[in-house]
Structures are given as C-alpha cells and as structure tokens.
C-alpha cells in the first residue's frame, strides 16, 4: 500500500497536535462481567475482547535523515526490518544510547530543531473487528512526535513523549485488514520542553492499543469523592457520553462484602447525567491502609450491557490549613523517591512486571511516596500505586533545563507566551488521564522550566479541575516563590533546621507546606545525612517531606560487551554528562545500594527511645494504622551477643509505648539492636551504642628487649621465630616475618613497601566537585618521604624493653610538597607484636581532606577478614544507619560495593579491631588504641580504584591493600545538595593521629 508520509508537522512551531482526541481517564472496556471477572489491573489490557493490543512484532525502517524519507512509501516495496513494540531505537541496534542530563542533544535556539533529524516508520496490519462500530487508536508513549496514517491516509499527529494520544479512526478503517503507519519523529519543536535527565530514547515505547466500541459507548468518567463533616463520603460519577439511542447508564459501587450502592438513569445524545452516591460510610484509602472499593460502570440498550468499566475507586480528602499539608485530616509525611521509567535492557520501556517490582520495592523499603519525575507514567503505574499503597506526584513531561544551562535564558519557553498552549496540552492531558486515581497527592506543573508564566496559567486552569494541591519547584526561584507547597531541591540542613524551628527564615517559608522534591543525593557511596533530613521531616508539623533522588541507575546492558553498563560518553555522544545517570538507590536490576538499605531504615514507621534503666520508649510514626510489630532484641557486649529476646509492639497511630528489657549489664563495649518484623520479613532495624572508652588492650610487656643488629641502612629487630626489618634510608618497614612467612608485599603496588600514610581517597560519586581540591594538589599521586635520614645504627632506641623507631615524613605529591607533615613511631615487643602511631604534624589547608591514616599491603593471600565494627555494608560517620555495631567476616574482594562507577567502598566505620588471615588462619590482627577507626581492605589501591571508569577496568591486583583512618570525609550529598556537615569534614588534618596495634594471630 502507498503512503505519502512526508509533512513539517514536526517542525511546524503552529502545530502540536492534528486530530487528536481530548484526553480522557485511561481505562479498559469488557463485553461481559465475565470476562471483567477474569482480569485485573495487570492483565486488563491484554485480556479485554474489547480492546485490541497492538503491541508485538511490527515492520519498522529506520532513516538517519528525514530528507531520505521517500516521497512516495510503498509498504509493499519497502525493506522493512522486524522489531517488536514496545521497544527504542537505543536498544534495538539503530542508534547507541544517548545520555544528558541538563542540555539538548543539538544547539538550542527554540522552537527551532534540526531540520534533517532521524526518522522511523513503523508499519503493521489488523483486522477491523465487524462487531463494533467505533474504534479508538491509542498510544500510551511515543517519543518524540508521531504522524499517524491508516490505509493510505494521513489520520493525525501528535507530540508530548509521556502522554496519551489518541485519534478517532473509523473513517479511516476498511472491512478485513487494515495498514497502520506511524512515522516516528526523533526531534519535534515539543523536545524543548522534554530536557530531562536521562537516557533520551526513541520509539514506541508503550503499549499502542486499539479501543472497540458499539455506537453507543462511554468515552470518559470522573469518578469524584467529596468528603462530608460527619466523616461519610459522596461519590459523584460524571460520564462523558458518545450515544445514538437511548441507554442505560448503571453505576455501582462494591466492597469486600459486596455491592455498597448502585444506581441507574436513562441518557440520551441530548442530555449528560451524574451520579451521585451520597453519605457512604467508607473507609479511607491511604498509603498505609490502601483501601479500595470497585466502580463498576456500565451502558445498556434494550436491557443488553454494550460495554462495562471497572476501576478503583479510594476515598481521600486533602486539605492545606496554613503551613499543614493533610491527607484525611492527618498530617502525614511524604518519604518518597524519584523515580524514571528506566530498564538497562529496553531502556523506557517497561512491562507491567518491571512497574510492579519497582512499587513493591517501595513498600519493602518503607517508601510511601514516589514523583513520577519528569512525566506520567504508564497508567499501570498508577493502578500499582494504589493498589499497594503510595502517595504520588504526577509530575507533567514538562523541563526545559537547557534554556538556562546552554542558552542562558531561562525563560526562553517559559516565559513565552507562545509556549502557552504546549504546556497546557501536556498539563491537562496528565490530569484528564490520571484524575480518578486515588494515589495522587499532589500535581506537579514539570520539572527544571525556570519560570512562571506558562506555569501561572497551567496552575490556574488546573486549579479550576482539580483540589488536589499542585506543586512546581522551579518557581520558588522566581517572585512567585510557590504555588501550594514551597517546594525546593536539596536544602541544606541547616535550611531545613530552620524551616523547622519555624523561626530564622524570611516569612516567606512559612505560609505554606515545606516540601523537599529532591533531596539525599543517593548517587554512588550515599546519601550523606539522610537521617538528619528524616529527623527534621517527622518533628515539625509544616515540613511535608521529600523525595530522594533517585529510585535506580541509568545504565545501558550490554550482554556480551566490554562493560556490563554503560553511562554518558561510552556510545560517543557528542555532549554527555558522563556517569551523571548512575545515581539511584539501586542498580540497574535493582539489587540495593548500601543506600538503600540505608533508606529503608532512615524511613522506618517506628523509632526507639532509651528512657533509662534499660527502658526504651517506641513511637509509631504512622498515621492511620497500628505498628503492630515483632521485635527482635539483641544486647551485645564486645560486637558479641550476650542476651537476646523478643516482643510485641501494637502502637495507635502517633501513639508510644514502653518496654523494659532488663538486661545484665557487662564491661565493654554495650550495644542494643532492636530488629522490627512483620510477617517474618525484617522491616526496619536501629540500634543504641554505647562504646566503653578503656579497652586496656596493650602488648603484653615483655622481660626482656628484642635483639637489634644493622647492615647497611638495615634496622633488623630479631623478635621471637621472625623479624622486623627497617630502612633507615626510605623510612620504610620492609620486611616483617614469622616462622618464615612474610606479612609484608614486598612487591607494592601503593607508593612503597611497609606501612605508609594516606590522606587520598578515590572520589565516591558526592565527592564530585571536591575532586578539583584533590586533582589541584595531586592528591593521586601521593608519596611519603622521610623528612632527614639517619643511619641504621642511629635509627632505634631500646625503651622499657621494646626496640623504638621514630622518624619523620612529608607526603609530597607530583603538584604540591608537604601535603602533610607527620611522625610515625614504631614500637617493636619481644612477641613480635608492633605498636604505631602516626600523628600530623602540619598540613596543608583544604577544606574536605578526604581522609588521615595509615596503609599496609599485605601478600594477595591473605584475603580473609574479620572485625569488629559496624557492618556488613560500606558505612561513613554520616552514611551508616544501615549498620549494625557487630563482629563480621568477610572476603576481601566482598569488602566493597562494585558500582558501576568504581569509587571507595570497602570502609567500616568505628572499628575497633580487623584480622587478616590466609585460608590457614595466619594473618595479623589490626587493634585501633585511641577509640575506632575506618577500615578498609581491598585488592587496589584508591589509586587504581579512581582511574577506573568502570567496574570491569578495576581489576584485582595481586595485594591486599589496608587501610586504617582516624578519620574519613563524610559522604554527603554534593554532586546535588549539601557537603558533609562540620562534624564530617576537615579543613586541615593537623593534630590528626591513629595508635595501632598490630599483632600475629
């Protein structure tokens, strides 16, 4: 069949859409209640006889260019390749993977785009089903634009990647099989409002369905619960009909133990009719208790149902009172995630399975809160949300970053008034799709648009529809400053702190709801503070919560490629933001972060209190439901359990409750864990430590010294079955033996043999711009040299019968000298055990040092390690509400976190001892003597780990590499939001010291 495909449509400013539908609530028709009873929100739109799914195999020929689009498309003529829909160009072999996060993949200069942009042409046959009369083609995403033509004729178009289009086609439509051709538009003019961060793919991402009707049929229904002072509901039902004769319109509405309400009228072509069912005693749908009842719509002629709708309905009200943002009377609190539609094999596209891993994941993490951030999801998304129970913020497929970030003219489209009606088409066509689902909690106007004036009238028309609270976060850089909510990307806490106390801010962050859109910047090692965040979250009543950015990585798969993922720069984009994209909670296949594990703890429905005399108070942070809770208790002594028990919690909501375990107190170390269970899965677990400040752990002293000869610029103390050997020349312990085995590398890979001094770590992903402090000083290239050599016979000194030798060193680097200045002393026992202590001396000023102590590589075969300290994840002073105080084993290779950008990630913070042994058990057992410490073992230096771009290039080499800080830069939040607070950070390392102990196991 011949088309002529060709038009500016695309490129057209005038033009933004042709024939396409109003949009309406996504829903499913059936024919009969038994079909409806055989599906649910999973399956609906697959197993409907009344809608045809057209997802599947379809033609597809791709061009590079528009201008090699035929005149003259000929289906029968044309090469097509086979491809499935839905699916991307990006994954499917005919572009690479293209990732930005704040720029537009050409110069910007809007509405202009590229005139010669790629195109796809997709083609595909069906069969017109005879028994209905009215078809409707419906695409759930397409990105960017699409002309649509069916059997030669151009049917319509449409742009607006993430929404809905759909185009009435009965005109077009013949009796048996039928063409369809969809003409993929890489760029259109609406690309301009489609800047966000991510991957930007290509195709038919969605499902693409074909909705069937009888001439008589419902087009659309609002479906609206209004809230009564006698805590009953209405529930008013308005259709929007298409009708030829006179019919039946039957609403009714069931619960558990079935039907509640129901209720018919006549309608004809000349009238619409409500519904109203009114004072239902009902009970509320929330996040915690997602309560729904099933709508169940139906349309009838002469005593036949021509079509049914089932949808869910919850009852809510939302009220803003002053600063208080309420759900159903109650103050709750949003802790939420951003999330994308994002899967590392088919890029947006994502099944039904894919959406309802990642909500279950929400709830298994204590997240009751997502931003669909930057545009609707697919409405499946939706129907999860409220099935499982989490408040949403359906944000509009509207940014327009590169305006400021390239053009320097934020206000390029937004401040447009030519711009206006884009923006509402893409606002209206979010809310007429989702407004019927009881999940949504707040509207948002787009993401990152800098400005106000299309946004005013987007929030005005919408406010008009709607009494859901709107929100937009780029306005409260402009004089608007908010709409319903003030809401703001990563405050810093000492902000937050004061928007809390309510006091210490302009007036103007008090009028309203205190909402934090992004915050916790979870890429890589992170976030740092969360825990601080949370805490101000729950303790005042105006600060609504926040999102953390974000749910998972961005990352391409590659089965059989040199990288497993791959991020910005790796398909040769010509403009990138590098790993920028890998910055979630979870990996691609969504295994958890340490962060998230850090997350779900941070976000824990109930918290502890220690009262005294061994009596904690809890408090259930939730709103409407009990924490009715299994907890398991442990008291540890020295990282060892010593008591344990368990107990059950069942708090009214907002409610406390006091337990008294009354345990035998012990010397040492004394920790309490508190685990907290629901139907035997562990939901959250927190911990009370208190560290005993004397260990009197010591070398045992000997009766006599060690034996010391010299040769050369050798110091050889002779200890018990082995020996320490000292240069005096390099200031460097070189050998250290026992029973002839050697616990020293002595072929480094680090800058030298023995113990040295650290002050570099290889950048986590928030130390992003702290790097330029590091690569200005060289901090990579690190490299401790004695300050003055003495001679071999000179070097040590027999004190109170142990060998002492002291020396004093500068770390220089390739572009700076004396870094650091420290003295090292060693102090050698008769047993062979070693005592070092290392202090700074000076140091250079430079705010977020990232870390002081001291290395050693060890031979490669000593890969067994065991301490006692927080675990089993990487954890840092500010990153570790996901670590529990205990005594862990471990494999040095398991030690750190593999991201996908390799970064440090094997420490464990407040260590107080760490063994490393061989598979027979020979090692050295490491002891921190003044308090804990930071360790880390891998088999890299911080060094190799940071030339790493990807996991796979961070090979093993043959050490163990040790660390051992007294102290380590907090993780923070900086590649977004806020750097480690001062109790996490350093500005000089002088002062700085660490005692270790070192001894044989």
């Not at 027999?798 to 500068?810: A, E």
Request: glycine share 6%; charged share 25%.
């Amino acid at each position: 069949m011949k088309f002529n495909l060709k038009n500016d449509n695309y490129s057209d400013f005038g033009i933004y859409k042709k024939n396409v539908l109003f949009p309406r609530s996504y829903f499913i028709s059936f024919s009969t209640p038994e079909e409806m009873a055989k599906t649910d929100i999973r399956t609906q739109r697959y197993n409907s006889s009344a809608v045809d799914v057209l997802s599947g195999e379809w033609d597809f020929v791709y061009y590079e260019k528009e201008s090699l689009l035929p005149l003259e498309f000929d289906t029968d003529s044309i090469k097509f390749d086979k491809v499935n829909v839905p699916s991307v160009w990006q994954h499917t072999g005919y572009e690479k993977p293209y990732y930005v996060n704040s720029r537009y993949q050409f110069k910007p200069n809007p509405p202009e785009i590229p005139v010669d942009c790629p195109v796809g042409v997709y083609h595909r046959t069906f069969v017109r089903d005879e028994n209905y009369s009215n078809f409707i083609l419906s695409f759930l995403g397409v990105a960017g634009g699409l002309d649509v033509f069916i059997n030669g004729k151009f049917v319509g178009y449409s742009e607006g990647s993430h929404n809905t289009a759909e185009f009435e086609v009965d005109e077009f439509l013949c009796e048996g099989e039928n063409h369809l051709v969809v003409v993929n538009h890489k760029f259109t003019n609406g690309t301009y409002l489609e800047c966000q961060d991510m991957f930007r793919d290509n195709g038919i991402f969605r499902d693409v369905l074909l909705h069937k009707y009888t001439k008589n049929s419902i087009y659309d229904f609002e479906a609206k619960t209004d809230f009564n002072s006698d805590f009953t509901y209405n529930l008013l039902i308005n259709p929007s009909l298409k009708l030829v004769d006179e019919c039946e319109f039957n609403a009714a509405l069931f619960g558990d133990d079935g039907i509640i309400a129901s209720k018919s009228v006549n309608v004809n072509s000349e009238e619409i009719s409500s519904i109203c069912f009114e004072n239902l005693k009902v009970d509320e749908w929330s996040a915690e208790n997602p309560k729904l009842y099933t709508l169940v719509l139906s349309l009838s002629l002469e005593g036949k149902v021509i079509q049914l709708i089932r949808h869910h309905v919850g009852f809510k009200h939302i009220r803003i009172t002053g600063n208080v943002f309420t759900f159903n009377n109650k103050n709750i609190k949003l802790l939420g995630v951003n999330h994308h539609d994002t899967n590392p094999k088919t890029g947006y596209a994502m099944t039904v399975e894919d959406m309802e891993k990642d909500v279950s994941i929400f709830k298994q993490y204590n997240v009751n809160c997502v931003r669909t951030s930057h545009y609707p999801p697919d409405p499946t998304f939706l129907d999860l949300c409220d099935e499982y129970g989490v408040y949403v913020i359906d944000e509009a497929d509207i940014e327009t970053h590169g305006c400021e970030v390239e053009m320097h003219k934020p206000g390029a489209c937004s401040h447009n008034e030519l711009w206006q009606p884009r923006y509402w088409d893409r606002v209206l066509r979010m809310f007429e799709r989702d407004k019927n689902h009881p999940s949504i909690t707040m509207w948002s106007l787009g993401n990152e648009a800098h400005g106000y004036l299309n946004q005013d009238f987007c929030y005005n028309e919408l406010k008009r529809r709607s009494d859901i609270p709107i929100h937009y976060e780029g306005v409260c850089r402009t004089k608007r400053w908010a709409y319903d909510v003030v809401s703001q990307m990563y405050p810093w806490h000492s902000l937050v702190r004061k928007v809390a106390k309510g006091s210490g801010l302009t007036k103007k962050f008090y009028t309203k709801p205190y909402f934090m859109c992004e915050y916790a910047h979870a890429m890589g090692l992170g976030a740092g503070e969360l825990e601080e965040y949370v805490k101000y979250i729950l303790e005042a009543d105006n600060i609504l919560g926040g999102c953390i950015w974000e749910f998972a990585d961005h990352a391409a798969y590659h089965e059989n490629g040199a990288y497993k993922y791959t991020y910005g720069g790796d398909h040769g984009e010509a403009k990138h933001d590098g790993n920028f994209c890998v910055d979630g909670l979870f990996f691609p296949d969504r295994t958890p972060h340490s962060g998230a594990l850090q997350m779900k703890n941070c976000y824990r429905p109930v918290r502890a209190k220690a009262l005294g005399d061994d009596t904690y108070e809890f408090y259930n942070y939730n709103c409407f439901t009990n924490a009715h809770f299994k907890v398991k208790w442990s008291y540890l002594v020295d990282g060892v359990c010593d008591q344990c028990g368990e107990f059950e919690l069942d708090i009214e909501p907002h409610f406390r409750q006091c337990v008294n375990l009354s345990y035998q107190h012990k010397l040492g170390d004394e920790a309490i864990i508190f685990t907290y269970m629901k139907d035997g899965e562990e939901i959250a677990s927190e911990q009370f430590v208190d560290f005993c400040d004397e260990h009197n752990i010591s070398a045992d002293a000997p009766d006599e010294p060690c034996r010391v000869t010299t040769s050369q610029d050798k110091v050889i103390v002779h200890f018990d079955d082995g020996e320490f050997v000292f240069d005096a020349k390099s200031g460097r312990a070189v050998s250290y033996i026992k029973n002839g085995k050697q616990y020293i590398n002595t072929a480094p890979f680090g800058d030298g043999l023995g113990f040295g001094l650290s002050v570099y770590r290889a950048p986590i992903d928030n130390d992003m711009y702290f790097n330029r402090i590091y690569t200005k000083l060289g901090l990579d290239t690190e490299t401790l040299y004695p300050i003055k050599t003495i001679t071999a016979d000179k070097a040590y000194k027999i004190i109170n019968n142990k060998v002492v030798i002291s020396y004093s060193y500068r770390l220089n680097t390739a572009k700076a000298k004396n870094v650091i200045k420290a003295d090292i002393t060693y102090s050698v026992y008769k047993n062979g055990s070693l005592e070092i202590e290392a202090e700074c001396t000076h140091s250079k000023n430079f705010i977020f040092a990232p870390r002081f102590g001291l290395t050693l590589e060890m031979p490669k075969t000593f890969d067994e390690v065991e301490y006692y300290g927080l675990g089993d994840k990487p954890n840092l002073s500010d990153y570790k509400e996901h670590a529990l105080l205990g005594i862990y084993k471990s494999k040095v290779a398991d030690m750190h976190e593999a991201y996908i950008k390799p970064q440090e990630s094997s420490m464990r913070s407040d260590t107080l001892w760490a063994s490393v042994t061989n598979a027979e058990g020979e090692g050295l057992r490491f002891t921190c003597l003044n308090g804990r410490m930071v360790f880390s073992a891998d088999h890299y230096t911080s060094r190799q780990c940071a030339k790493a771009r990807h996991n796979e290039e961070l090979q093993e080499c043959n050490t163990t590499y040790l660390h051992f800080d007294s102290y380590m830069l907090g993780a923070g939040s900086n590649a977004c939001g806020p750097v480690p607070s001062k109790s996490n950070k350093r500005s000089t390392l002088k002062g700085e010291h660490i005692r270790l102990l070192v001894e044989f196991v």
